[in-house]
């Protein structure tokens, strides 16, 4: 597709309950990214793959949280037993491999409510 | 670490009035520096860029932003403002990790253009 592609765009989950969040990245994209944003706060960096391989999960808040990316393309997101404090948009970003310094695309973002 | 601290979180106002969104970056060696754009309910749009060369770098509408080593600063700058640049103002700086360029963002700045 022309751009990063996320869905659901809004989810509200009890708490409690498992959630999973899909991004589609511009076609050929070798980098991937998943940021968590939390009301009024900047981008934080969660996790990122390089094709298939997930070469950093630093940035990933609990082992309730699980990133995949098994073809290269299409990435989940998952959340298990979901909390308030995962509350936040959740935003996709990817990037060609040469794309260096160059910037990344980001998608609009999947809004999860924890309820 | 990198970090990034934009020194304000609001900034109103009028107008055809110039503004000056600051931001600071952490690191002393060579870095890429970023100014990201969100408005309301969108996702993040790269603005402008600087990777190398000249210290000033400007976008097609009409904002520019300096580099400055020696301060580490990347204020983001425009002469006149219209009501469409009302939206959040994301400075970043890269962070090379495993052979790609993670960003990392400050908290934002809420630009508020009043009539």
């Known amino acids: 597709g022309a751009g990063v592609s996320q869905s659901p765009r809004y989810k509200v989950a009890k708490r409690g309950q498992d959630v999973a969040l899909r991004c589609d990245p511009i076609?050929?994209?070798?980098?991937l990214f998943w940021y968590q944003q939390a009301l009024g706060q900047g981008p934080e960096f969660l996790t990122y793959?390089?094709?298939?391989?997930?070469?950093?999960k630093s940035g990933l808040p609990s082992d309730r949280f699980f990133a995949e990316r098994p073809e290269g393309s299409v990435s989940t997101l998952k959340i298990q037993r979901t909390q308030q404090e995962d509350s936040a948009v959740y935003l996709c970003?990817?990037?060609?491999?040469?794309?260096?310094?160059?910037?990344?695309?980001f998608g609009s973002g999947t809004r999860l409510t924890v309820v | 670490a990198q970090s990034v601290t934009q020194l304000d979180s609001q900034v109103p106002v009028f107008e055809e009035a110039p503004v000056e969104l600051r931001c600071n970056y952490s690191?002393?060696?060579?870095?890429?520096l970023f100014w990201y754009v969100q408005y309301p309910n969108q996702g993040l749009q790269l603005l402008l860029k600087?990777?190398?060369?000249?210290?000033l770098v400007e976008s097609i509408n009409g904002f520019e932003a300096e580099f400055n080593k020696s301060q580490t600063s990347f204020h983001l700058r425009k002469p006149s403002v219209h009501i469409s640049d009302t939206a959040e103002y994301f400075c970043?700086?890269?962070?090379?990790?495993?052979?790609?360029?993670?960003?990392?963002f400050g908290q934002g700045t809420r630009l508020t253009i009043n009539p």
């Open positions: 970003a990817s990037s060609s491999w040469t794309a260096g310094g160059g910037g990344y695309t």
């Open positions: 076609s050929g994209h070798v980098s």
């Open positions: 793959f390089q094709n298939e391989a997930q070469l950093d």
């Open positions: 690191s002393s060696v060579s870095v890429y």
């Open positions: 600087y990777l190398s060369g000249s210290t």
């Open positions: 970043a700086v890269s962070e090379l990790i495993q052979g790609a360029q993670k960003l990392v």
